[in-house]
T-cell receptor, first 112, second 114 residues
Framework: QKEVEQDPGPLSVPEGAIVSLNCTYS??????FMWYRQYSRKGPELLMY????GNKEDGRFTAQVDKSSKYISLFIRDSQPSDSATYLC????????????FGGGTRVLVKP | GAVVSQHPSRVICKSGTSVKIECRSL??????MFWYRQFPKQSLMLMAT?????????EQGVEKDKFLINHASLTLSTLTVTSAHPEDSSFYIC??????????FGSGTQLSVL
């Protein structure tokens, strides 16, 4: 079993819909949670960063963390075709020397 | 966010040659940089941690002599793929942290070995 599980998709939604992404994890030592967006053949871009359980909002993006369930989510409101990309969740374990553990990524396609 | 520059973005080389990829932190100093490899439709695989002024730390299964890492300054790390072969063809990405846990990535290098 992988430490971080993420549905690979593809997840196809119509423009304007809410995109819902999630990751589950098994390591209770993970403390910091991040979401990255990666366009094809480009480096990942940091979208959201959260530490504690709860919600964090930034523009059209909302990140949720539920440490008790070991479950994190990313919501994208009013999705645009430009949101079409692969979204990677990542988690940090201080005990592991601050290395990030990545999910496999979910490919999202927003259709105009 | 912090800016990490990676060069070249694309390189094609003949089998047996060596290729150097540069990673620079443009607006911060990075004592540690990370090198990842990514195959099509797969996630990032950490290859090694580059430490300024000391030897890199390689992940299990990554050949040190094949993937040479040099971190000679606080803003520059290089990855050299030595005696490249077609199976080394991949997308290589570097990253760095200006502080804390947020990791910022370069734009990646697509290596194609003929």
């Amino acid at each position: 079993q992988k430490e971080v599980e993420q549905d690979p998709g593809p997840l196809s939604v119509p423009e304007g819909a809410i995109v819902s992404l999630n990751c589950t994890y098994s390591n209770s030592a993970f403390q910091y949670f991040m979401w990255y967006r990666q366009y094809s053949r480009k480096g990942p871009e940091l979208l959201m960063y959260t530490y504690s359980s709860g919600n964090k909002e930034d523009g059209r993006f909302t990140a949720q963390v539920d440490k008790s369930s070991k479950y994190i989510s990313l919501f994208i409101r009013d999705s645009q075709p430009s949101d079409s990309a692969t979204y990677l969740c990542a988690m940090n374990d201080k005990a592991a020397g601050n290395k990030l553990t990545f999910g496999g990524g979910t490919r999202v396609l927003v259709k105009p | 966010g912090a800016v990490v520059s990676q060069h070249p973005s694309r390189v094609i080389c003949k089998s047996g040659t060596s290729v150097k990829i540069e990673c620079r932190s443009l607006d911060f100093q990075a004592t540690t940089m990370f090198w990842y490899r990514q195959f099509p439709k797969q996630s990032l695989m950490l290859m090694a941690t580059s430490n300024e002024g000391s030897k890199a730390t390689y992940e299990q299964g990554v050949e040190k002599d094949k993937f040479l890492i040099n971190h000679a300054s606080l803003t520059l790390s290089t990855l050299t793929v030595t005696s490249a072969h077609p199976e080394d063809s991949s997308f290589y990405i570097c990253s760095a942290k200006p502080g804390g846990v947020k990791l910022f990535f370069g734009s990646g290098t697509q290596l194609s070995v003929l």
